[in-house]
């Protein structure tokens, strides 16, 4: 193991705002939660935001002032949120688990009404649930699907579905899909249209043969009145999610990755799904994930992101018909020099393992306005004064074609995770992300067209001590004692590295830790004895760090 004693050079600097092509996109006051990032989306009515609890769920309110809490929905004792769905209507639709995973249950909202008490979907009954999704439509029709598992003969796993007309309750479940003991349910989506109709993927993986696992993926139409049709087999690229989108008059597009290719599915309103049709390669080593998005009007737009190099890439279509050529609308990251490409090569993704991730980009990433334009959520990488900083970005694209609008926010004190767009009830565009600050204590972000934020109050004095390790081996994170007079934020990153970052805040002040963990390469150059790293503090939740700042620790430079 390579160990490297090393000098370190401590400096606080001041970090300009983060570069925007929009002059006017301002970050909005943050909203501080306790508990789990669970359903944390926007949920499809115009500046509704979701939070999920341990007893069902709390709205809140988006406006360029920040957030407010709207409602607080109980769903049951013990509950863990499964799905969390919205409608310009006003209907929406809680799902999820109760009693530690004892039963299934939901509480709905019909348009321009009020919430329901919480509904009985399915109980245990000798099987576990797990993995709850569900949808509305803006009629009030919803769907739920979950997973089920057991112990003992027979299949193991199963996947239920429940409907509900609007008004009405919600009526028996209904078995879609068993599999054996060996095999498990990597990925589950469901949508619902207006007519009643509800669409459910699902993709199982089997382990039970030799060599890689087998990846199975089947979509599959359930009628108004319940009738199940017969699944559909989808040939994808092992293990990787596929991506619904339903119209409310039940026209479906279905997108996935196969063999590096973006490929997708569409069905008439009322009919089957087509054949598949190739879209665009993923210029990925490994692969990539991809999000669909059906308007209305049939027009459509799908972006997919690479699992390693992270390149975000969108087509879009304004109506029925053929989609533009794609837009580059997220740059790929650059591998340091003398990275082994055999970390991402196909031969150790059959084995099981994987050092591939896939970027922040989720189902929520890619929404669709309704005068015409494909919101996308990324994480884009900026390196002001050589050192790398991730910032939230939102990409504003006509479905018509033009030109890409970009603005970015955040990235100074925090690492913006769940980069999700939305739209503000006037319908501005905005964007939302999540810091996870520790266990159980999370800040939730906005940003937005002419966003307001009060100024900051006077800063927290800072002091740094010494590494608490002066010899670093190869992977070895950079532990910094600090102290603060009061609440703060602290970010260290060391100049000249990739993906070297630690971030750690202090409530209420006073001794803490500092982490800067290593990334693709080691934090110590090789042959190197000195570190340059660049740290910025302040009070948290507020945009600008103080500086400018200098400190200095000298380890000792004699060879280990």
């Not at 890439?313 to 053929?322: F, H, K, S």
Request: with cysteine; net charge positive; hydrophobic share 40%.
């Amino acid at each position: 193991m390579d160990r490297r004693r090393l000098s370190l050079l401590l400096s606080a600097l001041l970090l300009a705002a983060p570069a925007s092509a929009r002059a006017d996109f301002t970050e909005t006051p943050t909203y501080d939660f306790l508990g789990e990032a669970r359903c944390i989306a926007p949920t499809g009515l115009p500046g509704e935001v979701a939070i999920g609890s341990a007893s069902g769920a709390r709205f809140l309110q988006a406006t360029r002032s920040g957030f407010a809490v709207s409602a607080e929905v109980k769903a049951g004792e013990d509950f863990r949120c499964g799905t969390i769905s919205g409608r310009p209507s006003g209907a929406g639709l809680i799902a999820g688990t109760q009693y530690g995973g004892d039963s299934v249950v939901a509480v709905v909202r019909d348009p321009g009404g009020a919430w329901s008490a919480p509904l009985p979907i399915a109980a245990r009954e000798g099987w576990n649930p797990e993995t709850v999704v569900g949808a509305v439509s803006d009629r009030g029709d919803a769907v739920i699907a979950w997973v089920e598992q057991r112990q003992g003969p027979g299949p193991s796993i199963r996947i239920r579905v429940a409907q509900r007309a609007p008004g009405q309750g919600f009526a028996p479940a209904k078995v879609v899909h068993t599999s054996a003991r060996v095999s498990y349910t990597a990925a589950l989506d469901a949508a619902v249209a207006s007519t009643g109709e509800a669409v459910v993927t699902w993709t199982t993986l089997d382990e039970s043969g030799k060599g890689p696992v087998r990846a199975t993926s089947n979509v599959v139409v359930i009628g108004a009145d319940g009738t199940v049709g017969a699944p559909t087999p989808i040939d994808i690229e092992d293990g990787a999610p596929t991506s619904l989108s339903l119209a409310a008059d039940g026209r479906a597009l279905l997108a996935y990755v196969r063999n590096r290719v973006v490929t997708f599915m569409e069905r008439p309103p009322g009919g089957a799904f087509g054949t598949p049709i190739k879209l665009s390669r993923v210029a990925d080593p490994v692969g990539g994930t991809v999000i669909a998005r059906l308007h209305e009007s049939g027009a459509a737009a799908i972006a997919w992101t690479g699992y390693v190099r992270s390149e975000t890439r969108i087509a879009t279509r304004p109506g029925l018909g053929g989609f533009r050529p794609p837009v580059t609308v997220a740059e790929a990251i650059e591998l340091p020099k003398g990275f082994d490409t055999f970390w991402l090569s196909d031969a150790l993704q059959g084995s099981g393992l994987s050092f591939a991730y896939g970027g922040d980009v989720t189902g929520n990433s890619l929404t669709l306005t309704a005068d015409g334009r494909a919101l996308v959520g990324t994480m884009a990488l900026g390196r002001p004064g050589g050192v790398e900083r991730a910032l939230a970005q939102l990409v504003t694209l006509p479905l018509a074609g033009g030109a890409a609008v970009r603005a970015a926010a955040g990235g100074v004190f925090d690492e913006p995770t769940r980069v999700q767009p939305l739209t503000l009830a006037d319908g501005t565009p905005g964007l939302s992300w999540l810091t996870d600050v520790s266990e159980n204590r999370f800040t939730l972000h906005l940003a937005t067209e002419g966003g307001a934020r009060p100024a900051a109050g006077p800063p927290p004095r800072l002091r740094i001590g010494a590494p608490v390790r002066r010899v670093l081996d190869y992977d070895d994170a950079l532990r910094l004692p600090v102290t603060c007079s009061g609440p703060c934020t602290v970010r260290g990153q060391v100049i000249g590295r990739t993906f070297t970052d630690g971030v750690t805040t202090l409530a209420t002040g006073g001794k803490g830790e500092l982490r800067i963990r290593a990334g693709y390469e080691s934090l110590v150059p090789k042959g190197g004895r000195s570190l340059r790293v660049r740290v910025t503090y302040g009070t948290p939740g507020h945009r600008h760090p103080r500086g400018p700042h200098r400190d200095r620790a000298r380890l000792a430079h004699h060879q280990a």
